[in-house]
Structure formats: structure tokens, C-alpha cells
Nanobody
């Protein structure tokens, strides 16, 4: 079955960096677009970034453009989110997802807290 497991969250000071990982299994990762979303307290879930198969194309939310980078290593069935210049407003639970055969699968999420 499809499984997505995120890791790498934590507490970081403003201006700091974190790298999130999402390890995938149960489907053909290399042929799947992957996305990172986040949900901040009291806010709607927001698409942060996505990446097409073979890393051909990436897209970012305006709020993270130039600070975050999504990447993938197909040999490891893993998608990453490098987050630099973090701001308090980046505080949220970050989750990866994949759409397979009309069904959206989510990981359990990893908490990112940006605070001094």
C-alpha cells in the first residue's frame, strides 16, 4: 500500500534552515509528481511546492519562492524540501502527498516551528 513518511521537522530560529524528507513506498515513485503542503494553526492547508516526475518541473507558492527548494532522489524514493531563511509565518505542519489512480495519499506530517 502507499506510504509516505515525513521527517526533519523541528524548532529553528528565524533565519535558520531545515531540510524535510518524505520517504515513499507502495507505488512507482519515479513516475509520480510529488507535493509538499503545510497547515498553520487556524489556517487552510496550503500548497508549498511540487515536482514532476524526473524532476522536470517545479512550482512554488509565492510565499516561499526563492527560499524553499523541492527536490527528489528517485533511487531513494524520497522527496525533499530544503527550507532556508525561515520566518515565524512558516510555522506549520508540513506534509507530502501523491495522487495515485484518483486517490490522494498523505503522510502523517512533521511539525516545523520557527521561533526565537
Amino acid at each position: 500500500q502507499v506510504q509516505l513518511v515525513e521527517s526533519g521537522g523541528g524548532l529553528v530560529q528565524p533565519g535558520g534552515s531545515l531540510r524535510l524528507s518524505c520517504a515513499a513506498s507502495g507505488f512507482t515513485f519515479s513516475m509520480s509528481s510529488m507535493s509538499w503542503y503545510r497547515r498553520a494553526p487556524g489556517k487552510e492547508r496550503e500548497l508549498v511546492a511540487n515536482i514532476t516526475p524526473f524532476g522536470g518541473s517545479t512550482n512554488y507558492a509565492d510565499s516561499v519562492q526563492g527560499r524553499f527548494t523541492i527536490s527528489r532522489v528517485d533511487a531513494k524514493n524520497t522527496v525533499y524540501l530544503q527550507m532556508n531563511s525561515l520566518k515565524p509565518e512558516d510555522t506549520a505542519v508540513y506534509s507530502c502527498n501523491v495522487l495515485r489512480r484518483g486517490v490522494v495519499y498523505w503522510g502523517q506530517g512533521t511539525q516545523v516551528t520557527v521561533s526565537s
